[in-house]
């Protein structure tokens, strides 16, 4: 009974996704679902992004947490559209949730959305939010075992910022043991060691988000 009741949730969820989907894809909007557990630097990564490519590309952001709107505050001040989703205790976002904000984004005039998910390496690689790929960040901080015990989450995404890296020398991680391990679970994931703080590696992610909104 039980895993009748979650496949149709995840059946419900998927025939909103593709909706979303069919919606980015006519308004020619290549759309990024980010997920990390918390405190990874999601927030701070997508200020730094607005930054960098304010002068080149129409992004907008909507932020899924739990509760508050500190995040959507943060980005907002680097004059990017951003909304505010709050699971109250809900563990991700889902289609429907995406689908429900939508109408409050200028989605004519964007290139790119970025979806900020809830803070979890579980439940958000497993819902379809209508994206064009998944990715996650990973920090040096939370150790290079993640990959084997949240495999799903390094299989579902087309990419993988290993971030933080700037506090190596004060950890135990090995970052070729995470990107061995995330290779294994996913040959084809892009991999990025970046310093969401220091800026170091961040031009190689911005060159990548620019040559994807070239393709959409």
Request: proline share 3%.
């Amino acid at each position: 009974m039980k895993v009748s009741v979650v496949r149709n949730i995840l059946e419900a969820n998927e025939a909103i996704a593709q909706k979303n989907r069919k919606l980015f894809k006519e308004k020619g909007l290549f759309t990024i679902n980010l997920m990390s557990s918390p405190g990874a630097g999601k927030t701070t990564l997508l200020e730094n992004t607005a930054e960098a490519l304010k002068d080149k590309l129409r992004m907008a952001v909507i932020e899924g947490d739990i509760q508050s709107s500190v995040d959507a505050r943060r980005i907002a001040k680097k004059g990017v559209q951003a909304i505010q989703i709050n699971t109250d205790g809900g563990c991700h976002l889902d289609a429907n949730m995406i689908q429900n904000v939508l109408a409050h984004l200028d989605l004519d005039n964007l290139d790119l959305l970025i979806v900020e998910n809830v803070g979890n390496l579980v439940c958000p690689a497993e819902f379809d939010i209508g994206e064009n790929v998944k990715a996650m960040i990973l920090s040096v901080t939370e150790g290079d075992d993640k990959p084997l015990k949240y495999p799903v989450m390094f299989r579902e995404s087309a990419v993988l910022l290993i971030n933080k890296i700037d506090l190596l020398p004060y950890t135990n991680c090995k970052i070729n043991n995470i990107k061995k391990a995330a290779l294994k679970l996913n040959p084809k994931i892009k991999i990025f060691e970046v310093s969401c703080r220091t800026g170091e590696g961040l031009e190689n992610w911005y060159k990548w988000i620019r040559q994807q909104t070239k393709k959409k």
